[in-house]
């Protein structure tokens, strides 16, 4: 949309987003206490666990699972890009569609946790392989359905994905990203329905499924409330065209497309919860749904480790094999870290979703957000390891009879976690905002420029009262007690600065309240800051407890626990420096003279890119002027 078109209001499409987001916390939050600078261990320790149904059923599966997924010749997948067939039928016949669905409905009826590990399991063959499953069942029609269907509704369309059906979720559209406000695909109700219009944007699976679930906005009127509603909406439907797969840099077996509704009947009760629930479905899908891209994020980085331990040790230069100077060393003893950390907050998320007594959201959130950042950053410094080799494919290598690794590869496949179910930004805004939360509650009509002097007077009394409770709790804990925190042997200092730290941080976040007060949310660099030292938090804690669960086990997690909190902490005093030091009006006022071309002289002597075309293409309504480009995957049975 151009500056010139009309739209919704920032205040309108914010009013959208908070009225989509869940308010409510009914069960405790590591997550939500951490940021009021209390570290609720009692939350989390002891280290929970599966019951041994769930871990015998579990194994049984990966250990099925895991033949097959050797079997899976992953260089050809990437040569074709596309997964064969074959791969699908076998997937189907796993179980691989309904891990985590209920027995009754055809399912598997796994934990999250072995969910997860499925997941990784299987993105070792091909990163494709772990984002289709991981699409399907994440955000397509089983977990929505599971969570907010009706009996009937699930007893129709659950039977079908957990045998074998692909699915895939349709929200995004070509000009509205992460902004629901402004979510332009529309259902128009009919009798005994409604009709779908409108064009939808990088559906994952939406070339092969055969059950989507689509967010369309239905017009209010009188009696009836409209809004973002979801709908289970038959593949096959007259008025359905796929009519391109989308082509990436990485990932490039997904099945991916551009898909268009034109007067596409769906009957009323394919509705999900009723009209304009579609947002909050969305965004609590996603609580758990998340989860399934850390996943893949340890599958890369587990991958890295094996190949950076493997050419390390053999390739000598200058006399020492490359890992043993010192310039390498500190990037093979990230990698080995931060996979032991990445893995650590992977399997607590899992099991805290597992015991369902915690609301995770935020350690979700939190969880996709650090996990995606941090496989970059590890994929990024086996490439720097191997040298030229790591810029080279595979393919070449073999061609000249080394072994052939997929370094740059996994770079590519890698790149697209840090945008996928919430980009980087938006997953800072997004925690931030339940971060800041508490704050909001109490300074309510302090900072709403809509509200009267009365109702800022009474906030203004609301807010004394929860700071003068509050703020006396930040100055000292139990951290800095000496010998304290004794149960985690070696660890007992990193859990002391974790309270410390906690306390901290909250302290931090008060004081942005002071100075900026309603202002506070614009300053989206600051509260992207405060997320991430937040995560580092969270993953430094979940590994101490890793460590100290299974040091009879692994008593060398203790030593790579203890490495990654080192790491961490140092991460940690950056961030904490760069809060109030930092560059952000400068380049806030940089960045509005660069979009109004004061610098555009910098862009001279080279030839630009073209521009011929728009930069979001238009969707024009009415029905396709392309060929249906879906590609038909058999289904089992048939």
């Known amino acids: 949309m151009s500056p010139t078109q009309t739209g919704p209001t920032e205040r309108e499409a914010r009013k959208v987003a908070e009225a989509a987001r869940e308010s409510e916390w009914t069960k405790p939050s590591f997550g939500k206490e951490l940021f009021l600078g209390r570290l609720r261990l009692d939350l989390v320790d002891p280290w929970p666990s599966n019951s041994p149904e769930q871990i015998a059923a579990g194994e049984a599966f990966l250990a099925r699972l895991r033949p097959f997924v050797e079997s899976i010749d992953g260089a050809a997948i990437e040569e074709a890009g596309s997964i064969p067939d074959e791969v699908f039928t076998c997937l189907a016949e796993l179980g691989a569609f309904g891990i985590k669905l209920p027995t009754q409905y055809g ?10 590990r499925a997941l990784t399991l299987a993105g070792s063959a091909h990163a494709s392989i772990g984002t289709l499953l991981s699409a399907h069942q994440s955000i397509g029609v089983p977990q929505p359905v599971k969570m907010f269907g009706s009996e009937e509704q699930k007893h129709r369309f659950l039977p079908r994905v957990a045998g074998g059906e692909v699915s895939a979720f349709l929200l995004t559209e070509p000009d509205v990203g992460s902004d629901p406000a402004r979510l332009a695909c529309s259902a128009t ?56 797969r989308n082509a990436f840099m990485g990932l490039r077996g997904i099945e991916n497309s551009v898909t268009r509704f034109h007067d596409v009947f769906v009957p009323a009760e394919n509705v999900l919860a009723g009209e304009g629930r579609g947002l909050k479905i969305a965004l609590t899908t996603l609580n758990t749904g998340r989860l399934s891209l ?44 931060t996979t032991y950390g990445l893995e650590s907050a992977l399997d607590l998320c899992c099991l805290l979703a597992d015991d369902d007594a915690n609301d995770i959201r935020i350690e979700a959130a939190l969880l996709k957000l650090y996990a995606s950042e941090q496989a970059w950053a590890i994929a990024d410094n086996l490439v720097q390891i191997r040298g030229g080799r790591g810029f080279e494919t595979a393919a070449s ?17 890698l790149r697209i976690m840090r945008i996928f179910e919430g980009s980087t930004e938006i997953m800072h805004l997004l925690i931030a905002r339940e971060a800041v939360d508490a704050h909001l509650a109490v300074a309510g009509d302090i900072i709403d420029p809509e509200a009267s002097r009365e109702d800022k007077i009474k906030a203004v009394a609301k807010a004394s009262a ?90 060398e997690g203790v030593e790579l626990a203890d490495l990654f909190c ?16 930092n560059t952000d009006g400068a380049d806030d006022a940089a960045a509005k003279q660069v979009l109004a071309g004061r610098y555009a002289f910098a862009e001279d002597g080279i030839v630009l890119p073209s521009e011929d075309g728009p930069w979001v293409s238009p969707v024009v309504a009415g029905p396709s002027q392309k060929p249906d480009v879906r590609r038909h995957v058999p289904r089992p049975g048939h």
């Open 566 to 581: 080192q790491q961490a902490r140092v991460r940690i005093g950056a961030l904490f420096t760069a809060l109030w030091e």
């Open 294 to 337: 850390p996943a893949m994020c340890v599958t890369a980085a587990k991958w890295c480790l094996n190949v950076a331990r493997g050419w390390s040790a053999e390739r000598v230069q200058w006399g020492r094999p490359v890992g043993r100077h010192e310039a390498l060393a500190t990037k093979i003893a990230f990698i080995a870290a």
């Open 397 to 413: 290598q073999r061609a000249r009879g080394e072994r052939g690794i997929e370094a740059e590869q996994v770079l590519r496949d």
């Open 466 to 555: 929860f700071y003068a409770g509050w703020l006396p709790t930040l100055v000292a804990g139990k951290g800095a007690v000496p010998n304290s925190f004794a149960e985690f042997g070696p660890l007992a200092g990193h859990v002391r600065y974790l309270e410390r730290t906690t306390r901290k941080l909250a302290r931090s976040i008060f004081y942005g309240m002071g100075r900026w007060q309603g202002g506070m949310e614009r300053k989206q660099a600051f509260l992207g800051r405060v997320v991430d030292i937040g995560a580092e938090l969270f993953a430094m804690t979940a590994s101490c407890l890793r460590a100290k669960a299974e040091r009879q086990r692994h008593p």
């Open 189 to 244: 109700p009919v009798e005994g329905g409604y009709l779908l219009n409108g064009v939808k944007l990088w559906a994952t699976n939406g070339t092969i499924a055969t059950l989507l679930v689509v967010m369309a906005r239905v017009p209010a009127s009188e009696g009836r409330r409209g809004g973002v509603t979801a709908f289970v909406v038959e593949a096959d439907s007259p008025g359905i065209t796929v009519e391109n």
């Open 107 to 116: 399912g598997l009826g796994l934990s999250h946790l072995y969910y997860c």
